[in-house]
């Protein structure tokens, strides 16, 4: 074993860092685009990542050139929500390296927590695809969606709350994120971050690590980021 102390937790993000999610909110984020007549660009839909369908909705419709309007906004969620639904259904991709570090992460008896701004409803379809692979038991001791917090990320409150509910020192964990607003919501927890960005470019930050895949990616590494944080009594 390494020297390293143990995370008390570790809290990982969801789309587009466990799973290959964010291509599927990508196709139907294009194609509510082309329902309405227009097109995303790659530079619209990047700025989409990691956050609250209302403000997805907020970001198509922007470059739409359609004028703010609530009742589009929901109908146009909803439609969303129902394709990545639809398109969940037939299957979610692991990201390289998410799987073994979460089987490593559990073998090692760490409580794992899933804390994500995906309403409930999606998010047990993917737990279902999850538990599926993990010989069908859930891995997450924890699990967090954006429809049960008093704020989302990069809010602090989502990382927070799953820590509460784990009984742990947040400043004791590893928040494991691929978008600018996880990361920032990890940092402003208070937790030590490791980053592995796939669709933005998140910008170095006291508190975290970046890497490029999880592949690779052991417990012990996640241990490694906590070395500074003895005075806190992790
Ligand atoms: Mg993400």
Request: include cysteine.
């Amino acid at each position: 074993m390494s020297s390293f102390p143990a995370p008390a937790a570790v809290l990982f993000d969801m789309d587009g860092t466990l799973v290959e999610t964010e291509e599927l909110w990508g196709q139907a984020l294009h194609e509510l685009a082309a329902r309405r007549g227009g097109a995303l660009s790659a530079e619209g839909r990047a700025a989409t990542v990691g956050t609250s369908m209302r403000t997805s909705m907020a970001i198509v419709h922007a470059e739409l050139g359609l004028p703010a309007d609530e009742q589009r906004v929901d109908t146009d969620a909803r439609w969303v929500e129902d394709r990545v639904a639809e398109l969940m259904g037939a299957g979610v991709q692991w990201r390289p390296g998410a799987r073994e570090l979460l089987a490593g992460v559990r073998a090692a008896g760490v409580p794992t927590a899933l804390v994500t701004t995906t309403p409930r409803r999606l998010t047990d379809l993917v737990l279902a695809a999850i538990a599926r692979s993990f010989e069908g038991s859930a891995p997450f001791a924890v699990t967090v969606c954006g429809d049960e917090v008093p704020a989302r990320k990069p809010d602090p409150a989502p990382y927070l709350q799953a820590a509460a509910a784990l009984g742990v020192d947040v400043r004791c964990c590893v928040v494991v994120e691929d978008s600018v607003v996880g990361v920032t919501s990890g940092l402003a927890a208070g937790a030590a971050v490791l980053g592995v960005p796939a669709m933005q470019v998140i910008d170095p930050a006291p508190g975290l690590v970046l890497r490029e895949t999880l592949t690779g990616v052991g417990v012990a590494d996640l241990g490694a980021l906590l070395t500074d944080r003895e005075t806190a009594g992790c």
